[in-house]
């Protein structure tokens, strides 16, 4: 069965400097992997995805993923981080035509 | 990027009554929508996953007369909430998924917040 772990509940970083949110995930097969942000009291925003391809994948805002196959990794990553990215980050694997599934998000907060 | 979106964004009933919540993708059609329940501070629960003209397929523990979901068009899904009771109060999110050109990719609701009394 697939599955996705967020490791870091908690986040913190200075504005202005690089932050990375972690996720690694497990399937049989090759695995579609999605990052969400969500702001309070708000929906999932889609911030980016890895179908194939590259393994460095740009989305939204400025971030970036980078889909590793032998550490079954797919780490959100933005090379300056600003106070308005704090939020909710959801990392989310989908096998083939099943439902997607979450990790378990993780706050980041990025101080001024 | 698509748009999903969810009325009402939020509502407070009394409890023993029902409430419905609409879903609706507004720049594609959704052959495949999804109801999902999330408590504070926690990640997602799939409740169901609706498909256009056929029943839903409820997950393991979600009672399917209690939440009644109706996927009657590609772009429409409803959440019934029956008989609410306050353990029902959570956060709804709704999802559909873009199969077409941007190729397969959900996309979510706002989300409606239920308060029952």
């Known amino acids: 069965a697939q599955s996705v772990a967020q490791p870091e509940d908690q986040v913190n970083v200075a504005e202005g400097n690089p932050l990375t949110v972690k996720c690694t995930y497990s399937?049989?097969?090759?695995?579609?992997l999605f990052w969400y942000v969500q702001y309070p009291n708000r929906g999932l925003q889609f911030l980016l995805k890895y179908i194939t391809g590259d393994n460095l994948v740009k989305g939204s805002y400025g971030f970036e993923a980078e889909f590793n196959k032998s550490q079954t990794s797919f780490h959100l990553k933005k090379p300056s981080a600003l106070v308005s990215d704090s939020a909710l980050y959801f990392c989310a694997v989908r096998e083939g035509d099943v439902d997607m599934r979450f990790g378990a998000g993780t706050r980041l907060t990025v101080k001024p | 990027g698509a748009v999903v979106s969810q009325h009402p964004s939020w509502v407070i009933c009394k409890s023993g009554t029902s409430v419905k919540i609409e879903c609706r993708s507004l720049d594609f059609q959704a052959t495949t929508m999804f109801w999902y329940r999330q408590f504070p501070k926690q990640s997602l629960m799939l409740m169901a996953t609706s498909n256009e003209g056929s029943k839903a397929t409820y997950e393991q523990g979600v009672e399917k007369d209690k939440f009644l979901i109706n996927h009657a068009s590609l772009t429409l899904s409803t959440l019934t909430v029956t008989s609410a009771h306050p353990e029902d109060s959570s956060f709804y999110i709704c999802?559909?998924?873009?199969?077409?050109?941007?190729?397969?990719?959900?996309?979510f609701g706002p989300g409606t917040r239920l308060t029952v009394l």
């Open positions: 399937v049989s097969g090759n695995p579609y």
């Open positions: 999802s559909a998924r873009d199969y077409t050109g941007r190729a397969d990719t959900q996309y």
